[in-house]
Every structure is written in C-alpha cells, then in structure tokens.
Nanobody, 125 residues
C-alpha cells in the first residue's frame, strides 16, 4: 500500500511562508496526479491544489491562486506546496493525496477513502 507522509507545517504569522512536503513510499510518483487538500477545525475538507504526473499542469483553488505553488520532484517521490502570503484563513490540517489522473483528482477527491495524518498549519494574526 502506498504511504503518503505530509510534513513542513507549523506556526507562522500572517504574511509569512511555509513549504509543505509530501513524500511517498511503496510506489513511485510516476504517472500519477497529486493534490493538496486542507481541513480547518469544524469545516469540511477542501481542495487546495493539484498537479499532473509530469508537472506540466497545475490547478488551484481560487482562494490560494497567486499565493500557493504546487510542484513535484518525481526523482525524490515528493510533492511540495509552497505557501506565501499566508492568512489566518489558511489555518488547517493539510493533506496530500494521489489519483491516476488530474481529472480524477479534481472530480473525485471528495470520495477518496484514504487520507494520511496531515500536517498542521497555523497562521496567527
């Protein structure tokens, strides 16, 4: 079974930056789409960003466009989320997940049954 481990979260002041990482074990990232999601306290999980298998296509929620950047390094089996200009509303547990294609990721992520531990991001003001 593929294991995805998120890391890089922490406490940061509004306007600051964090870089999240999601490392996979058990299978390479080759030919799979990857995405970042988040869940704030008392809220439902929401989509944040996705990237195609090659890294050639990226997608972002409107709330993070221009501030967050998703990237991947298939050689390292890792996907990243660079978060700049952080806002208190970005406070959440951040999760990564995978799908066969970016289309599947965007259309079906809410039905995914398997999620990791996530990494906590707290933005203070």
């Amino acid at each position: 079974q593929v294991q995805l481990v998120e890391s890089g979260g922490g406490l940061v002041q509004a306007g600051g930056s964090l870089r999240l990482s999601c490392a996979a074990s058990g299978r390479t990232f080759s030919s799979v789409a990857l995405g970042w999601f988040r869940q704030a306290p008392g809220k439902e999980r929401e989509f944040v960003a996705a990237i195609s298998w090659s890294g050639g296509s990226t997608y972002y929620a409107d709330s993070v466009k221009g501030r967050f950047t998703i990237s991947r390094d298939n050689a390292k089996n890792t996907v990243y989320l660079q978060m700049n200009s952080l806002k208190p509303d970005d406070t959440a547990v951040y999760y990564c997940n995978r799908a066969a294609t970016v289309q599947t990721m965007l259309e079906r992520w809410a039905g995914f049954g398997s999620w990791g531990q996530g990494t906590q991001v707290t933005v203070s003001s």
